[in-house]
């Protein structure tokens, strides 16, 4: 069954759009929705954009006198795999080889290569900008008032699978074009997500192209497209992306140049939720059907407190880890977490858990 006979990009709702975007505007209208945001002109004013404009060798020249130099890692696919960057067809592994380059050499490449009909898929994802000091504080962002990780990116045609982030991101696109297309969290069981521990990022991946979807193998996805919301940015747009949101990004043009900033506005200690959901897949998973009903209700009470307050007969000052977590209560919670890793485990659920791992590869 063929994409185009069935999912028609045209008929995806647009993304919601700002702009003059404020920081009062993000943290009051924007961030409350819950909800990607497309944020028109956020970055406009930007060198970075600004050189993007003037011109490819503009862009390349305010790249390479502002890069020390650092190599960096590079992703790097055969012209078959049509810029997917994706699963193995087996799901052995992952279809693209791992590199290093500079990042004005990359750069100097994707315009070399920008005439050739078939070229190889580029891309350096994340970059560290602290590795480009002069670059970030060249080209930053009014609308956060919090410290955020900034990352860079550089790709030719290339795309993202959909996947989740587990901070909140504002991505900025410098040069060139992309297309986002999300998904909210709760579209999860309708995207067919691939093994959690071996996609290149280290987040889950759903197994649908989005540009060709299987509907025979992947017939829920369907479901998923018919709430799905599409955006296309150009130089000095932005994006906002809540976490635990879907996205499969695109990027359109034979250079693509990106700057975002991640960050997590959890207000309990510093643990990240994936790590919880990893400890239970070990802790939980391999029990008995009873078992995990009864841990489902524990967690519903405790974590996710569907009944509301779930201790509101105790003093504030013995709520112990149920309330504000002191450093002293963050410590106990995680000599917990190492106590429970590192114990020797039990032999019929190690085989047990291996069965399950097995399983799903």
């Not at 020390?68 to 696919?77: E, I, M, N």
């Not at 609308?143 to 991505?171: C, E, G, Y």
């Amino acid at each position: 069954m063929s994409a185009a006979a069935t999912l028609e990009r045209s008929a995806l709702a647009k993304t919601p759009e700002w702009r003059n975007v404020d920081l009062r505007t993000f943290r009051e209208e924007i961030m409350v929705r819950d909800r990607p945001a497309v944020l028109r002109g956020l970055a406009a004013d930007w060198p970075l954009v600004q050189a993007g404009r003037t011109s490819a060798q503009a862009l390349l020249t305010y790249v390479r006198s502002r890069d020390p130099g650092h190599a960096l890692r590079t992703l790097v696919g055969a012209p078959q795999i049509k810029g997917l960057f994706f699963f193995r067809d087996d799901l052995t592994g992952l279809n693209f080889e791992y590199s290093n380059s500079t990042l004005h050499a990359a750069l100097g490449s994707l315009l070399t290569q920008a005439q050739h009909p078939d070229p190889p898929a580029i891309l350096i994802p994340a970059a560290p900008c602290e590795a480009f000091a002069q670059i970030a504080s060249e080209n930053t962002l009014s609308i956060l008032d919090k410290p955020a990780i900034s990352r860079l990116w550089l790709a030719n045609q290339v795309t993202t699978a959909t996947h989740f982030d587990m901070s909140d991101n504002v991505h900025c696109v410098a040069a060139g074009r992309k297309r986002f297309t999300f998904f909210p969290p709760e579209q999860l069981p309708n995207l067919y997500v691939g093994p959690l521990d071996l996609m290149w990022a280290g987040l889950p991946t759903s197994l649908v192209k989005v540009a060709e979807p299987d509907l025979v193998r992947f017939p829920r996805f369907a479901d998923a497209w018919a709430v799905a919301e599409t955006a296309e940015l150009e130089p000095g747009d932005a994006v906002y992306i809540p976490n635990l949101w879907w996205h499969n990004v695109e990027s359109l043009e034979a250079v693509n140049l990106s700057l975002n900033y991640w960050w997590f506005d959890g207000p309990r200690g510093g643990a990240e939720p994936f790590a919880a959901m990893a400890h239970a897949l070990l802790a939980i998973t391999a029990l008995s059907p009873s078992r995990r009903e009864h841990w489902r209700r524990i967690f519903d009470h405790y974590v996710f407190q569907t009944q509301g307050d779930p201790v509101p007969y105790l003093p504030a000052e013995r709520r112990g880890i149920l309330g504000p977590l002191t450093p002293a209560l963050e410590d106990y919670l995680r000599t917990q977490l190492i106590r429970s890793l590192t114990k020797p485990m039990p032999r019929p659920l190690a085989e047990q858990i291996m069965r399950l791992l097995e399983s799903r590869h």
